[in-house]
């Protein structure tokens, strides 16, 4: 009987739509939707990009993927010219006669090929094995077990996941027991490097409260004979418990994590150690917060290796996030100099990094003291700043090469080329003294990612926007065009209906600033019509809604769910980041609950209504995960006349029940009043949870360590104290992206329930993508 009432309270909506004669949504429809999913989709999008090998001579190879295959390309930019890097026909007979496959010349079975220096033998890995060819007499044989080619570079995992390898490739350092062991790649012989690494109190270990793991966390010197990392004292904090369901009792899960207010968080003592000695040099300085100059978690980019070793900078950040301090260590003594600290008001944040050029000691410094993120140099053994290398509107995002004798930094920035989406970043060239021209590298319009040559007087430059596919051409050192290379292929993809978004600029919520985002219309779009908008949103502050700039054949399930007829659109509002201004970024510093880019996101989507008619702007809902998820539920009860439908996943909806690291940063330390208030209740999503009066849907994975159940827990509560109607999902055993059955289960849900709540539609029951 109880059964039965459930399933007639569940299927009570359906029925009611129903009687009133509203639209029934087929399953045909939703195929049409999941059409559009990347799965059905990312394939059909060929080429365009290109991963180039340089040769000692100056040329370089890639291999290229067009409409009819796959093939292998030489190129010589002196002479402009490209040709085939081997016969494909005659390697592909060499290859089967050596492996006994059945091989294709337009599908060569390798990822990668390393040539010798005269480019006369080609060496690839194929079904575990190493093979040789001779590229004169095209013959094949077996080299060895595959893995056995040139050793990896320094930061890539090891062949167990959880190493990583020496730059010379010779060793791997993992955690065992809370201690360091490195493991010799040749005959697997394990040396213990560290013997006092306690349980929470270890060496290399990777815990962020919401990561944790047994990978380790360090950086190898250039000469592969030092190890730099810490020992992360996490004894006293905050206990974090998690239970996973299963048969028979539940299973208990138990690890440190530290929460804004804390007393005592997460610090770490910072170490070299010698590895042939077994010598562990303590550096003398005082602890450092488990902080980095950018991101929630500690980053092995602040620290800055001599290449000999002897020296090493290393980037302090305090637990407030409000300035850095750069350091630099004789990693033999252990003794610490201190270079120079810079404060902001809000939060410091190096988006570029720092550099150490030691052989003319020098450092280029990233600060966004003139409200935009530019470079600096600074004097190494004075720790005084010479000049800026950088100036102009539009934020410095990446230092792609530095080139020290010509005394040149090559990087990219957003924002710098008029009438161009400022968030498409371009390539520049300019001195390091600051008195050259910024020269511009990449002319064309789109979002540039940038290859150079390691003379530096030739880029690969591979460039798109989400209504253009990628282009990669070849230019010379002043960002003259060279040659064209590769040109994506898309013709499938339109073929299936496929449109781009739509890009758009509107006003913010102050009539003055320009925000930009994307728009998403069914393939079968009628102008005639209207459509109810939804907003997929997530705020950042450490990035925006859109995402990136560049061409994808999905974003997500944007436009699948506009296939079932609906408007998506996602809009950066002042205060994602970090794109634009450090003011811009900063906008709800302090105020993440009330700001949230809230009322720039009910701006946008009223100005997009009056420019579009076809927008039924009194039909708007939203959705979003994590940050999304957050700021789903805070318009639902903030702006709970204009939102008539939310899909709140996995939100963050307390600060104080998040991990110390991202809401110090955004937020700013807790003060707890005398009152018993303090300054992050504002912000609280329960606290607003009162003002619902749409459609809410809530979901959150049981088993999330990311962000924790108990946030959304604490909404439940208040809507239920307030007397509220909702719906909740929850994922059993399901982290913070839900996976497989679980996340596919989840979109057809969200379909489901925009289908139902805000177009006023029937979807199809129990709807399975597959």
Known sequence: MRKL????????????????????LTSADYDRAVKMLGQNVNSLVVGGQVNPTWTPDGKFYYRATRSDG????????????????????????????????????????FMSVDLSPKRDTASFNLAGKRYACALKAYTCAVAGAAGTEAMPMMGRRGPRGLDVPSPDGKLTAFIKNWNLYVRDVATGAETQLTT????????????????????????????????ATQQQDDRTLSNFYMVRYQVGAPRLESWKYPFPGDSVVSMIQRVVIDVPSKTIVRLKMAPDFHRAMLGDDISMDDYQWKDDGSMLAIASTPRDHKSATLRVANTATGEVRTLFTET???HFESITGYRVLWNSNEIIWN??????SQLYLYDLATGQLKNRITSGEGPV?????????????????????AGQDPYLRHAYRTTLDGQGSQVSLTPDVGDHQVRLSPDNKYLIDTYSTADTPPVSALRDAKGQLVMPLEKADISKLLATGWKPPVLFNVKAADGVTNIYGQLYRPTNFDSTRKYPIVNNAYPGPQSGSVG??????????????????????????????PGRSKSFHDYYYGAMGRGNTLEDQVAGMKNLA???????????????????????????FRYPDFFKVGISESGNHDQRNYEDDWGERYQGLLVRNADGSDNYAAEANQLQAKNLKGKLLLAHGTADDNVPVDNTMLVVEALIRAGKDFDLLLMPNEPHGYRGVFGTYMMRRRWDYFVTNLMGAIPPKEYGIK
């Open 5 to 24: 009432l459930f399933l007639l309270a569940f299927a009570a909506p359906f029925a009611s739509l129903a009687a009133q004669g509203h639209k029934q």
């Open 70 to 109: 796959v093939s292998w390309i030489l190129v010589d930019p002196a002479k402009k010219k490209s040709a085939p890097l081997f016969d494909h026909t005659k390697l592909t007979a060499a290859v089967n006669t050596a492996s006994g496959g059945s091989y294709t010349a337009n599908a060569l079975p």
């Open 196 to 227: 006092d690494g306690v349980e929470n109190f270890g060496y290399a270990t990777d815990n962020a409260g919401w990561v944790h793991s047994n990978r380790a966390i360090l950086k190898w010197s250039p000469d592969s004979k030092k190890i």
């Open 344 to 346: 902001e008001k809000t």
């Open 367 to 372: 600060s966004q003291r003139d409200d935009w």
């Open 397 to 417: 995002s990446d230092i792609v090469s530095i080139d020290e004798k010509a005394r040149t930094v090559t990087y990219l920035a957003q924002g710098r080329e």
């Open 548 to 577: 990136g700039r560049g061409f994808a054949a999905a974003h997500g399930d944007k436009q699948a769910l506009a296939e079932l007829g609906f408007i998506v659109v996602s809009i950066d509002g002042r205060g994602s980041g």
């Open 610 to 636: 009056v420019r579009f008619p076809w927008i039924d702007v009194e039909k708007a809902g939203m959705w979003g995960h994590s940050g999304g998820g957050f700021i789903t539920a805070d318009a639902m």
